[in-house]
Structure formats: C-alpha cells, structure tokens
C-alpha cells in the first residue's frame, strides 16, 4: 500500500483555470506538507498542516488554498493559475511536531500551465 | 533565516569510486539532518538522518556525521553503483524556530550520475 498518495500525476491545464491536487496519507501521522519542485529541482515547503490547523504558509500567493478535511487528508486548490505555477507540487506528512522524524513523500504532480 | 549548501552537479563518477557530496548549513536552533534521495519521476526517499552532534547515519552503504562544530554533513559511500544514479538532497528541520510543522529546508540538489 502506497504511504502517501497524491492524484493526479500530471495535471495539464490553461492559464486562468482552477484546478486541485488530492493528498492522501494511511501512516497516520499528524503533520502533512505541500512543497514545490521548480524546473531546477528546488524544493521549497509552501504549507502544513498540524492537527487540521495551518502552521505555516511561506509567501505563497493566497491563490493557493491548503484544504484538510481530516488528518489524512490535505488537498491543493489553485485558482486563477498562471505560468510562473508550473512545477512539480509534493505532498508529504510526518509525525509530531519535534522536526525529528523524517517527513515520507508522494510521488509528486507534475503541474504544466499551457 | 535556516538554510542548506551542497555541491551542485552533475557529479559524474565510475563504478565503484568513492563518493563523497559536501553538505553545510546554518540555522537558528538545534536541527535534525537528512538527506533524501529523488530517483528519475519518484518522489523524495529518506536516505538517511541524524538528529544530534555526532550522529552518524547510515543506510545502503551511505553515511554521513552530523558535525556541529563545522555545521555539516557530508554524505558519503565507498563504492557506489549505477542503480545509485539520482538526486541527492540534504535537508534540516530546525526544531528551534516552531518545530518540525514548519517543515524541511533543502540544499539545491546534487545530480550523481554512475557509469559502467
């Protein structure tokens, strides 16, 4: 059984559409992530989620909306999507909130804005 | 602000050379060390970790010690193969500045690529 599971793979779309990516963890941890993965492999933390509550948002554009209906859940909506948005979006969770566990990650989507 | 520096690549190596990719990093509190691993359209895979000074982590023939004194953490290997062909990233979660749910902060990536 996949840990951490995110749909879809690829997500092609146009410029203005609203979109969402699904994020699904069976580790039952406490802690989920967004990161996004730029054309040069950066990899930049965006949100978390603790408890069902929002930790952190790192500058990141109020276009994009972490939803979390459960602990297992947290999903990405983006409205009003531009170019700059194309990149790959990872999902992870972890557990507790110490920063010493290590965080398990899904395969990523990869998002291109046409 | 936290932040991570590893050699950028691509490292091309041979079969069974040794491995070395450096690591540093700076941050405000006391951090817990990874690194991660990115194979070809895959997601990141923990390698590795340590979560104090001196701690030595290890896993599939990697190591790599958490030295506080010159804040790094080089990974290492003795002889690597072609299946160890990815993208290495180190990475810390600072435990000082809110704890783990502010999440990972990463080095840029270091592409390893073994040939026969």
């Known amino acids: 059984d996949t840990a951490v599971s995110q749909t879809p793979k690829y997500l092609v779309t146009q410029m203005g559409n609203d979109k969402s990516i699904k994020c699904e963890q069976n580790l039952g941890h406490d802690t989920m992530y967004w990161y996004k993965q730029d054309s040069k492999k950066f990899l930049k933390i965006m949100f978390s989620y603790n408890n069902k509550e929002l930790i952190i948002n790192e500058t990141v554009p109020n276009r994009f909306s972490p939803k979390s209906p459960d602990k297992a859940h947290l999903n990405l909506h983006i409205n009003s999507l531009e170019l700059g948005d194309s990149a790959v979006y990872f999902c992870?969770?972890?557990?507790?909130?110490?920063?010493?566990?290590?965080?398990?990650f899904g395969d990523g989507t990869r998002l291109s804005i046409l | 602000g936290d932040s991570v520096t590893q050699m950028e690549g691509p490292v091309t190596l041979s079969e069974e050379a040794f491995l070395t990719i450096n690591c540093t990093y700076t941050?405000?509190?006391?951090?817990?060390l990874f690194w991660y691993v990115q194979y070809p359209g895959e997601g990141l895979q923990l390698l590795l970790k340590a979560t104090k000074a001196d701690d030595k982590g290890s896993n599939k023939g990697f190591e790599a010690t958490y030295r506080k004194e010159t804040t790094s953490f080089h990974l290492e290997k003795g002889s690597v193969q072609v299946s160890d062909s990815a993208v290495y990233f180190c990475?810390?979660?600072?435990?000082?500045?809110?704890?783990?749910?502010?999440?990972?902060?990463f080095g840029k990536g270091t592409h390893l690529i073994i040939q026969p």
């Open positions: 941050a405000t509190g006391y951090p817990s």
């Open positions: 990475a810390l979660s600072d435990q000082g500045s809110g704890g783990g749910a502010d999440g990972l902060t």
């Open positions: 992870a969770s972890s557990q507790g909130g110490l920063g010493n566990q290590p965080q398990h």
